[in-house]
């Protein structure tokens, strides 16, 4: 499930999904054909199969098989710079109130000890789209709605598509090399991990990218997995593509959820070591006509944890913004000023959080050159 801030609109379909009636062709173990813009179904008494035709009113069709689902009909189309057209897929979990029978999601992440799961795909030479898996988390265990952090595993792309933001760097999870990408689609944060050659099937532990994602400063333990969905983007074409078998489970045995609710307030700031050697700040813009998202990550880089953190730079002339996420920030002028939320305000050594927010500007873009984060100059980079 994806909706780039381009096409931000296009993320108010979602909101009318639910479980809809499906015509099966017939009593017993047939196959379930589902045409309906969200129909969905469930196989093997576990998981739940939807058609999730969010982003057009063109028909799709797929055909749900005991163990997976193929595409048997996709007829809508949209521009490559913008959202995909649809996610069918199959998930274990709950998504907009849909939630897979006997589920134990949502959980939080301090309790799960592992989350093995397996997918097989079958691709197809037509069309443009990704075959993506998509991990969801948020700060609560909720069972509705968009979840805050997205974590989404391409497993192969075809045409000019890429993730949402930008590429931070390369990482290696379980034997196989991907491409990180983080960014927001105005709705959630994103983290995409991009294959560098591509696969059709892989069995894996979920909790390798949740982990990764965490000590990128994304998350924390006490964040909750809501969802692990597989399933296709297409853009236009993809008749064809299918998922032939999936497989779910979310493990226990880590440490329980903690008793008392975490603090409303941020706790008071303890100031890292002088000269800009106890922070290191990075910025990360991705522009477009006249706006723009910004993903900013400070890390502490000094010997002490920071406990509570405000960081403070200027804006280039002409540069607005009017949302932000992961943090309370607030402009006055070409001032900003962004303050850690509850949940993200402790930085042990070497330990990072990120915020993001998006942006408007006039004439040509630029980034902030300076931060201070509690008074403090931190290095950039």
Do not use: K
Not at 49 to 59: D, H, K, L
Not at 65 to 82: A, E, L, M, R, V
Not at 151 to 164: E, L, V
Request: glycine residues 10%; contains cysteine; hydrophobic residues 30%.
């Amino acid at each position: 499930m994806r909706r780039p801030i381009r096409a931000v609109a296009a993320a108010g379909l979602l909101l009318a999904g639910g479980m809809i009636a499906v015509v099966t062709a017939a009593p017993a173990q047939a196959d379930t054909v589902i045409c309906e813009q969200y129909g969905s179904t469930t196989i093997q008494g576990r998981y739940v199969v939807q058609n999730n035709r969010w982003g057009t009113t063109a028909q799709q069709c797929i055909n749900v098989t005991s163990s997976g689902f193929s595409i048997t009909s996709q007829q809508g189309s949209s521009p490559t710079n913008g959202a995909p057209v649809s996610y069918p897929s199959v998930f274990y979990g709950c998504h907009y109130t849909n939630c897979s029978p006997g589920t134990n999601l949502p959980i939080q992440v301090s309790r799960i000890s592992s989350a093995p799961t397996s997918i097989n795909y079958s691709y197809v030479g037509n069309g443009t789209y990704n075959a993506s898996y998509d991990i969801w988390l948020d700060p609560t265990p909720r069972t509705d709605g968009v979840s805050q952090m997205e974590i989404m595993i391409w497993f192969h792309r075809q045409g000019s598509i890429q993730p949402i933001g930008s590429p931070v760097g390369n990482t290696t999870i379980a034997g196989r090399s991907f491409q990180v990408w983080t960014g927001s689609n105005g709705s959630n944060n994103v983290v995409s991990y991009l294959a560098q050659s591509s696969s059709s099937s892989w069995n894996f532990d979920v909790m390798a990218f949740v982990n990764d994602v965490r000590n990128r400063g994304q998350i924390t333990n006490s964040w909750y997995l809501t969802s692990v969905q597989a399933g296709f983007e297409p853009w236009n074409g993809g008749t064809g593509l299918a998922v032939n078998s999936f497989s779910s489970t979310v493990n226990t045995g880590g440490a329980p959820p903690p008793t008392t609710a975490p603090p409303t307030t941020a706790p008071p700031p303890t100031t890292p070591p002088p000269g800009g050697g106890g922070c290191r700040v990075s910025y990360t813009p991705n522009t477009w006509n006249n706006g723009y998202t910004a993903e900013v990550r400070i890390t502490n880089t000094g010997a002490s944890t920071i406990n509570g953190w405000t960081l403070a730079y200027q804006l280039p002339s002409g540069q607005t913004i009017s949302s932000a996420w992961n943090a309370t920030v607030s402009q006055s002028g070409s001032s900003v000023t962004a303050r850690n939320l509850s949940w993200n305000g402790s930085l042990a050594p070497n330990a990072s959080a990120s915020f993001g927010y998006q942006a408007t500007y006039s004439g040509s873009y630029s980034s902030p050159a300076r931060f201070t984060l509690n008074g403090t100059t931190c290095a950039t980079g």
